[in-house]
């Protein structure tokens, strides 16, 4: 039986905490666990935080918390996870933590990252052979930074001692699911009732909406073009592919491209694909290049044409401005003074 499945009679779990953390997903693990202990009698789950220099963390919406230690304190925990946010991609990587967490893997303890968390666990190459998760915005670039890890778009993961999930609600979702797995599907209820969250979801569930409900278009051969489309960013079919996979002609796909969004469904296709680039540029650090043959430009020139005329910079203006903003609001400028948290 995996880690997960052991019932001991403690569980200690030790949050990592990265600066920008999402405090929505934070939270969403403590308190499922909190409330588990309310109703066990016990204090059956503990849990401590730590910053890899144990200094008080930023959350991306400019709270502070006060960790318990710094990471050199840490040694030992049932489950870990790797707390982080937003800008995931310039964190530098820690090499103590590097350390902390393969040791734990090969101890054969449960850990894992919630949010973003998992570009962290990849590139400590922790995740090489293993099935896991990732917020929906930063999917695209996970897949393209590292083609060879299980990727998939569900709200949480569990793959033999390692957990991931989309943070958000899904942290929720997921502590319900461990503690389903250690004391039974009653307590998850029980628990979920509190909060009332009436709807557990499995961790196969879809991160975003559908097409439809995103869109607001319930014609089925125009959200079948669109699926194909975000299939076929790097490889882009020709509108007359596109067509006769939903069996229509290219005249009627692009009458109801025109109805629906007042554009032909070659120009909704570039505003894709350029959408897309602008997404890889800013949470990767990949040559302009790379990401104009990703988004299917076979020149940075025409690329660069495109972009420009989208987006009314050039791709390399767009991740020099990105890294600028980002590197501001670390630096705190223009900030106001952040309300602090205590988690003991």
Same mark, same amino acid.
């Given at each position: 039986m995996s880690a997960?499945?052991?019932?001991?009679?403690?569980?200690?779990?030790?949050?990592?905490?990265?600066d920008?953390f999402?405090?929505? %997903?934070?939270a969403?693990v403590? &308190?499922?666990l909190?409330?588990?202990?309310?109703?066990?009698?016990r204090?059956?789950?503990?849990?401590?935080?730590y910053s890899l220099?144990?200094?008080?963390?930023s959350?991306?919406n400019?709270c502070?918390?006060?960790?318990?230690?710094? /990471?050199? &304190?840490?040694?030992? %925990?049932?489950?870990?996870?790797?707390?982080?946010?937003?800008?995931?991609?310039?964190?530098?990587?820690? !090499?103590?933590?590097?350390?902390?967490?393969?040791?734990?893997?090969?101890?054969?303890?449960?850990?894992?990252?919630?949010?973003?968390?998992?570009?962290i666990?990849a590139?400590?190459?922790?995740?090489?052979?293993r099935?896991?998760?990732?917020?929906?915005?930063?999917?695209?670039?996970? =897949?393209?930074?590292?083609p060879?890890i299980?990727?998939?778009?569900d709200?949480?993961a569990?793959?033999?001692?390692?957990?991931?999930?989309?943070?958000?609600?899904?942290?929720?979702?997921?502590?319900?699911?461990?503690?389903?797995?250690? !004391?039974?599907a009653y307590?998850?209820?029980?628990?979920s009732?509190?909060y009332?969250?009436?709807?557990?979801?499995?961790? &196969?569930?879809?991160?975003? !909406?559908?097409?439809?409900?995103?869109t607001?278009?319930?014609?089925?051969?125009?959200?079948d073009?669109i699926?194909?489309?975000d299939m076929?960013?790097?490889?882009?079919?020709s509108?007359?592919?596109?067509a006769?996979t939903?069996?229509?002609?290219?005249r009627?796909?692009?009458?109801?491209?025109?109805?629906?969004?007042n554009?032909?469904?070659?120009?909704?296709?570039?505003? /894709?694909?350029?959408?897309?680039?602008?997404?890889?540029?800013?949470?990767?650090s990949?040559?302009v290049?790379?990401?104009?043959l990703?988004?299917?430009? %076979?020149?940075t020139?025409?690329f660069?044409?495109?972009?420009?005329?989208r987006?009314?910079c050039?791709p390399?203006?767009? =991740?020099q401005?990105?890294?600028?903003a980002?590197s501001?609001a =670390?630096?705190g400028?223009g900030?106001?003074?952040?309300?602090?948290l205590v988690?003991?």
């Amino acid at each position: 039986m995996s880690a997960i499945g052991k019932v001991e009679p403690d569980q200690t779990i030790a949050l990592v905490v990265m600066d920008r953390f999402s405090m929505n %997903a934070f939270a969403s693990v403590i &308190e499922p666990l909190r409330l588990a202990n309310r109703l066990i009698g016990r204090e059956y789950y503990r849990w401590n935080t730590y910053s890899l220099d144990g200094n008080p963390v930023s959350a991306s919406n400019g709270c502070q918390i006060a960790v318990d230690y710094s /990471l050199k &304190e840490f040694n030992d %925990a049932d489950i870990t996870l790797l707390c982080s946010g937003i800008d995931v991609e310039r964190l530098p990587l820690d !090499h103590d933590l590097g350390n902390k967490l393969r040791r734990l893997n090969a101890m054969g303890r449960t850990f894992g990252a919630i949010c973003t968390g998992a570009y962290i666990l990849a590139r400590y190459n922790l995740l090489n052979g293993r099935r896991c998760t990732i917020h929906w915005e930063n999917l695209r670039s996970l =897949r393209e930074e590292f083609p060879d890890i299980d990727v998939t778009s569900d709200i949480f993961a569990i793959d033999r001692n390692c957990i991931t999930c989309a943070g958000g609600m899904a942290s929720l979702d997921m502590m319900l699911r461990l503690i389903a797995i250690q !004391h039974g599907a009653y307590l998850a209820h029980e628990i979920s009732e509190v909060y009332l969250y009436q709807n557990m979801r499995s961790g &196969e569930s879809a991160q975003r !909406h559908d097409i439809e409900a995103r869109t607001g278009i319930s014609n089925a051969k125009i959200l079948d073009a669109i699926r194909i489309m975000d299939m076929h960013i790097e490889d882009p079919l020709s509108c007359q592919q596109l067509a006769m996979t939903v069996n229509l002609s290219p005249r009627q796909l692009e009458r109801l491209f025109r109805r629906h969004f007042n554009c032909t469904p070659g120009q909704y296709y570039l505003r /894709l694909r350029l959408e897309t680039a602008r997404d890889l540029l800013r949470r990767t650090s990949r040559p302009v290049l790379d990401v104009a043959l990703a988004c299917g430009f %076979a020149s940075t020139s025409h690329f660069t044409k495109c972009y420009r005329e989208r987006f009314l910079c050039t791709p390399t203006e767009e =991740r020099q401005s990105y890294q600028w903003a980002n590197s501001n609001a =670390r630096n705190g400028a223009g900030a106001t003074h952040p309300m602090r948290l205590v988690v003991k």
